[in-house]
């Protein structure tokens, strides 16, 4: 099984990198973050016209989560369920047979002085609970992915001790992220990419950020044991980020198969 996970960064600009990369990747599953479209103008015809499956909840210009797949998905749920749907454009949620996929787009934070930083602690502990009530990760096949805006480690930033603090590189949101995977998750990425300066994301602000490899990893695959006992290989596409007109985000993906 591939699974893989983008932040597409407006899926209506995306969407042709989004259906290349699914007729050469082909995954079983891919995840989208910060769509930036509501579910109306979403283009699922497009996407279905191609041969996949759409789960999608999104808002205008901001937000926005999506599920692509080869097969039909169940259980299909957006948000944390604690706030009558307020966060459905940051969270779905899926089973494919016996994996359960969980897509999330963690707010960014803007600055560590803001309500917005505030805001994003908040959600991080809310996320925290939604997994204990409703996952049993020794046991069950879960897989938590999406951009999480958090780098948890100094290998995960290209200069960690020229951007520390940052909203996504702070004591606070690695504490927050270390009580999430203390619950049972393991990072696939590092089991298969353990080097420095494998990023996901090159800020667009800076210049020629991809071509000095100036990047982050926040772009995360974390699996219950169950599931990371399975993970064969995982990858970043870099070939996306240089193309025209590209997200600043890019592709990653991994492999999983019983042994």
């Not at 805006?149 to 930033?157: F, G, H, K, L």
């Not at 990072?187 to 020629?208: M, S």
Request: aromatic share 10%; with cysteine.
């Amino acid at each position: 099984m591939r699974i893989a996970t983008f932040n597409c960064n407006s899926i209506r600009v995306r969407l042709p990198a989004v259906l290349a990369w699914l007729d050469a990747w082909r995954p079983d599953l891919l995840a989208l973050q910060e769509t930036k479209t509501p579910d109306p103008d979403f283009p699922r015809r497009e996407i279905e016209g191609a041969g996949w499956r759409v789960e999608c909840r999104g808002e205008k210009s901001y937000n926005g989560v999506a599920v692509i797949s080869r097969s039909p998905l169940e259980e299909v749920s957006f948000g944390l369920g604690d706030d009558d749907g307020a966060s459905g454009t940051r969270l779905v949620r899926a089973r494919l047979g016996d994996l359960s996929l969980v897509n999330t787009y963690v707010p960014q934070g803007q600055d560590l002085a803001s309500d917005k930083f505030a805001f994003k602690l908040a959600w991080l502990a809310r996320l925290k609970d939604f997994f204990a009530a409703n996952f049993d990760l020794r046991r069950e096949r879960v897989l938590w992915t999406g951009d999480l805006n958090v780098a948890p480690e100094p290998r995960d930033v290209y200069d960690s001790r020229a951007v520390w603090p940052h909203v996504c590189h702070c004591r606070e949101v690695i504490d927050a992220f270390r009580e999430i995977t203390g619950l049972g998750f393991v990072d696939v990425f590092r089991k298969h990419l353990p080097e420095a300066d494998v990023f996901t994301f090159w800020d667009y602000r800076g210049r020629d950020s991809l071509a000095k490899n100036r990047g982050w990893r926040i772009d995360h695959l974390l699996a219950s044991a169950p599931l990371a006992e399975e993970s064969r290989d995982c990858r970043v596409d870099l070939e996306p980020r240089r193309a025209p007109r590209p997200s600043d985000h890019t592709f990653v993906c991994a492999d999983f198969s019983p042994a």
